[in-house]
């Protein structure tokens, strides 16, 4: 099968880079337990790289600069049985910068490196026109912690792997998406790698709208101006995931207002983290949604952003500047967002991709 593939920074395609300016702000305080409910999703994804003055994340090399963005969309024919996702750059080329920009056809995705300091550790993927469909695509970001290994190998492998699934299991969406997951989470394992990292991921699939993700990466979608969440955050809090895990003989415990697996982990899963492995799986939750004319855009979101914008506030944002317009301008809803959480004391990376699910109506 053929794909065309866009992502931040890559050698085959060149986005171009925008620059932000550090945001200086206080912590945010950790939320109150929730309780899990179902959510489901399938994706393809890539890694950042820094591009030509900006550009970092995403598949094939660029020459990049060693302070802006990191994804990088490019439109690539690939066949389905070696499907390449875009990839960053060199890993310490990708460290030094402290954004992330792209923007790709109906999606835009933005990254800014936290307050906190150390290296940007997030990473996202994009691949449209899956099998020479354009109605076929697939998106994801990953939010790395630990060092930014785990979410680079999860962007340029898990879209990859998801796909291989899929030829196996026909129809089966979810079962592959799954297997896709658990195959990238093994496959990290084998490698000298330390640290993890959560995953959003979205398959646009025969009308359907896959989401899927493991951790407290976030999906939320439009549905005619109404914030509609698509996954639920894989916390310690969730009293099944903290059911989950002492049934496993491990426990949670609340550290400094944040519950968390062997007082270590406040995600109760994600791909990697081989030291409480036993306890933090990379199973995904999945939904799937039929893509309808209200469904407006969808949010793919690390906890940057999350920790401090709620669902219907993030799409109050995008939908002024996306919906009922000549010309949608997805990334300035991407930066809005960033500024939105940076100014309410984030310091943790904020990373977030707007796709405009109006253009895959079938």
């Known amino acids: 099968m053929h794909c065309a ?29 929730l309780s899990l409910s179902s959510t489901s999703s399938f994706v393809l994804k890539q890694v950042p790289q820094p591009l030509n003055g900006g550009e970092e994340e995403g598949v094939g090399p660029s020459k990049a600069s060693p ?52 290296v940007l550790e997030d990473r996202y993927a994009a691949v449209l026109g899956i099998h020479g469909d354009s109605k076929q695509a697939y998106f994801g970001v990953f939010d790395g912690h630990g060092g930014a290994g785990a979410a680079e190998f999860a962007s340029t492998n898990l879209g990859k792997n998801i796909m291989n699934q899929m030829s196996k299991t026909g129809d089966e969406i979810e079962e592959a998406v799954k297997e896709g997951y658990l195959a990238t989470d093994s496959e990290f394992l084998k490698k000298d790698i330390r640290g993890g990292t959560c995953c959003v991921t979205a398959l646009v699939h025969k009308g359907d709208l896959v989401v899927s ?58 791909i990697g983290d081989r030291h409480l492995k036993q306890w933090v799986v990379a199973e995904p939750a999945t939904k799937i949604v039929k893509i309808r004319p209200e469904c407006e855009f969808l949010i793919l979101a690390s906890d940057g952003l999350w920790d401090n914008v709620s669902n219907q506030e ?5 939908r002024s500047l996306c919906v009922g317009v000549d010309k949608p301008e997805t990334f300035s ?22 796709v405009q699910l109006t253009q895959f109506i079938q």
């Open 314 to 318: 993030a799409v109050d944002v995008v």
């Open 67 to 118: 302070v802006l963005k990191r994804k990088r969309p490019a439109k690539i024919d690939i066949p389905v049985a070696s499907l390449r996702i875009e990839e960053s750059k060199k890993t310490s080329d990708l460290d030094r910068s402290s954004e992330i920009v792209f923007e790709g056809e109906g999606y835009s995705v933005y990254s800014k490196r936290g307050r906190r300091g150390g």
């Open 5 to 33: 593939v866009a992502a931040v920074s890559s050698p085959i395609f060149t986005p171009s880079p925008r620059k932000m300016s550090p945001v200086f702000c206080k912590p945010a305080t950790a939320p109150p337990p």
């Open 213 to 270: 993700n493991t951790g407290d990466c976030r999906a939320v979608m439009s549905r005619g101006g109404v914030a509609e969440a698509l996954t639920v955050d894989h916390r310690p809090s969730l009293d099944e995931e903290r059911e989950r895990i002492e049934s496993l003989g491990g426990y949670v415990d609340c550290c400094h207002g944040v519950w968390r697996v062997h007082g270590s982990l406040a995600v109760s899963r994600a």
């Open 333 to 354: 809803a991407c930066r809005k967002l960033v500024d939105l959480s940076l100014t309410r004391g984030s310091l943790d990376d904020i990373s977030i991709m707007v």
